[in-house]
DNA sequence: GGGCAACCAAGTTACACGCG
DNA sequence: CGCGTGTAACTTGGTTGCCC
């Protein structure tokens, strides 16, 4: 099965590229001190599920930043996003609202939860006041530990900002090779996995925390770009 | 069945603050 | 000052749904 032999190359490739940056990093543990590249792309995994033919952790969500023309925002910028405050009026919590993923994961936590009476706004607007940002500062906090706790690796790929960027192509290809949505499954979530809570169908059946591209065909030679870009990246 | 408003996904920017 | 950070709000592109 072709599907299958392509994702078990690109998690060879991600082996090397942990190696080559020296490990992956939880967010808990990351500032913006360390020696992020200015752009590139993210993998997370989940820390607690396996391939299965295999020791590796499995991918849980794939992202990255610059995509419009003109952009000047960091892969930090966009990692500390998901990360969420540190400190402040909002300590230990984060903004889901500037996040997609964080808002996917808090809702996923009301879902299971059964919680919608308690957080009838999360994940509306594209803002929201003090008040109703207090309100919402417990669940917040509980996926800052979800996704803190999340093991990941990144990857330089410094080109100019746009939707055409090599970032924005192997991020795409990448969602659409391991989307099991509408497939036969490789490497099926965990019955316990959170986004087997989602409201969107995408995630829960893709197997990802990402909607954009799980329906999507890929393109194998995305492959060797990666394996080429690995070769940019350095330790953090 | 084209035009348009509303909405959504995901990333982007502006600006103030604190600290070495 | 420069950098990292906190916080609020915006942009762009895509989809949906309605209304003549």
């Not at 993998?43 to 020791?55: G, L, Q």
């Not at 906090?141 to 924005?168: I, M």
Request: net charge negative; proline share 3%; with cysteine.
């Amino acid at each position: 099965m072709e599907r299958q032999r392509d994702i078990d190359r690109l998690y060879h490739l991600l082996e090397k590229l942990e190696e080559t940056v020296g490990g992956k990093q939880k967010l808990k543990d990351c500032t913006g001190y360390m020696d992020w590249p200015d752009r590139g792309v993210y993998f997370f995994f989940t820390p607690d599920e396996h391939r299965d033919a295999d020791d590796q952790l499995r991918i849980t969500r794939i992202g990255t930043h610059a995509v419009s023309e003109g952009s000047s925002t960091s892969l930090w910028d966009r990692l500390r996003t998901h990360r969420g405050a540190k400190r402040g009026t909002y300590e230990g919590g984060g903004n889901h609202r500037g996040s997609v993923f964080r808002k996917r994961v808090g809702e996923a936590f009301v879902e299971r939860a059964s919680l919608n009476d308690e957080y009838p706004h999360w994940g509306k607007g594209s803002s929201a006041k003090r008040e109703r940002r207090l309100d919402e500062l417990e669940m917040e906090r509980r996926v800052s530990g979800y996704l803190r706790d999340l093991p990941f690796l990144w990857l330089n790929v410094d080109d100019e900002p746009s939707a055409e960027s090599q970032r924005a192509y192997i991020e795409r290809n990448t969602i659409a090779l391991l989307s099991n949505y509408q497939r036969e499954a490789v490497d099926a979530r965990a019955d316990n996995w959170l986004g087997n809570h989602s409201r969107s169908k995408k995630i829960r059946e893709s197997g990802l925390w990402n909607v954009n591209h799980v329906d999507e065909d890929y393109d194998p030679d995305f492959l060797d770009l990666l394996r080429d870009q690995i070769e940019e990246t350095s330790s953090v």
